[in-house]
């Protein structure tokens, strides 16, 4: 992403980018589509041993990142990740992670989050209540009782919640000693009243989860901070931390996809020319070259926003998401133009690509709401 990158920064993304090609390469990608991406507990922790679940965690908890910013040094990984498609919740762990370092009781800093670190437990955000209603605490409610709180209602789209360890649950509240704030709640996969259905989606990549809350009870220890005000901070913090990580992974895959057009378009011959030499071809692909630099310099600027702490990082933020949500679904459209037939047969990884990017662009916000998002931060 940054040209002017620490002699750290590029060893981390090489030895990273070393671990995806022996260890999950396309054509890993391919043989396991029927399985959504299924890479097993090994994958993770190889990961884990790299600092995968470790650059948004406090060094008191266990964590440290390359640089002096963790959220940078995390959205060059995401970067790395989208080029190669790589499954399983990297954000919703990272998010987790995070959170609970920020944010966690002592008990679970000391006791799950040194595992997600580690990369023998995973953690997902269940944060998206429908796609008509895409505010984080949307779609679950939490009621406050004499043992604890209960939570009911649903969320959709989260990545894995079949194979978590752990969820991540934003909830609005109903009322009582918190105001009715927004409240998360740490809810594992198993509890009673809580059902995941696995969904078929559109990424083969990749594997999303309805989750349904009917009464499920949890005690007070499963409250990750303060509910009401506090939690309302962590929320953004973290919605911000998630959309930064998806637009750096669909900034990976847009860009492979342009090189994979570029390079078809250099070796397939016409009426005894390489197509590339067309003026229409030649146009349509530097066009196509421009949405992955403008992409990629809002998703810098969002990843420096939000890892210095700036008052208006959630501007910054929903910009990217916007821009980079629209300008992947177009890359991948003018990519199949270059194509041609062979870009629509299953056999081709261009329809990997368009999967992956439809479906980052609908994660945390899609870009209509994103827009309206700016406006109201704008108090337009």
């Excluded at 990158?5 to 060893?11: H, K, P, Y």
């Excluded at 208006?312 to 459209?333: E, H, N, R, T």
Aim: with cysteine; charged share 20%; glycine share 12%.
């Amino acid at each position: 992403m940054d040209i002017d990158l620490s002699d750290d920064q590029e060893l981390f993304v090489q030895t990273s980018e070393r671990f995806m090609e022996t260890t999950w390469p396309l054509t890993t990608v391919r043989d396991h589509v029927e399985q959504h991406g299924d890479a097993g507990a090994d994958y993770w922790r190889k990961a884990a041993e790299l600092g995968w679940f470790a650059l948004l965690v406090a060094e008191v908890d266990g964590g440290g990142s390359v640089s002096d910013d963790g959220v940078y040094d995390a959205a060059l990984l995401a970067y790395t990740r989208g080029r190669f498609l790589q499954p399983g919740p990297f954000v919703g762990t990272n998010v987790a992670a995070a959170t609970l370092s920020a944010s966690g009781s002592d008990a679970q800093r000391a006791d799950i989050l040194p595992a997600l670190v580690a990369g023998e437990a995973m953690a997902t955000w269940a944060a998206i209540g429908s796609p008509a209603d895409q505010d984080p605490a949307a779609g679950v409610r939490y009621t406050p009782q004499a043992d604890g709180f209960a939570l009911s209602g649903a969320k959709t789209l989260v990545q894995d919640a079949d194979r978590a360890d752990w969820l991540l649950v934003t909830a609005s509240g109903t009322g009582g000693s918190d105001g009715g704030g927004p409240a998360q709640f740490l809810v594992p996969p198993g509890a009673p009243g809580l059902v995941v259905t696995r969904r078929d989606g559109l990424d083969l990549t990749r594997r999303f989860c309805d989750v349904t809350f009917d009464g499920v009870t949890v005690s007070a220890s499963a409250v990750v901070g303060q509910p009401g005000a506090d939690t309302a901070a962590d929320v953004e913090r973290q919605l911000q931390l998630a959309c930064v990580l998806t637009t750096a992974e669909s900034v990976g895959a847009m860009r492979h996809d342009v090189e994979m057009a570029t390079q078809y378009a250099k070796d397939r011959v016409a009426f005894g020319r390489p197509i590339g030499s067309f003026q229409a071809v030649k146009h349509l692909l530097a066009d196509t070259s421009l949405l992955v630099e403008l992409s990629t310099g809002l998703v810098d600027a969002a990843a420096r926003a939000v890892g210095s702490g700036d008052v208006a990082a959630g501007q910054v933020v929903s910009m990217a998401k916007a821009y980079v949500g629209d300008a992947g679904i177009d890359l991948v459209q003018n990519c199949f133009q270059v194509f041609g037939g062979i870009g629509y047969t299953f056999e081709h990884d261009q329809h990997l690509y368009l999967r992956r990017l439809t479906t980052d662009a609908a994660l945390y916000g899609d870009p209509a709401w994103h827009r309206e998002r700016l406006c109201q931060l704008a108090g337009l």
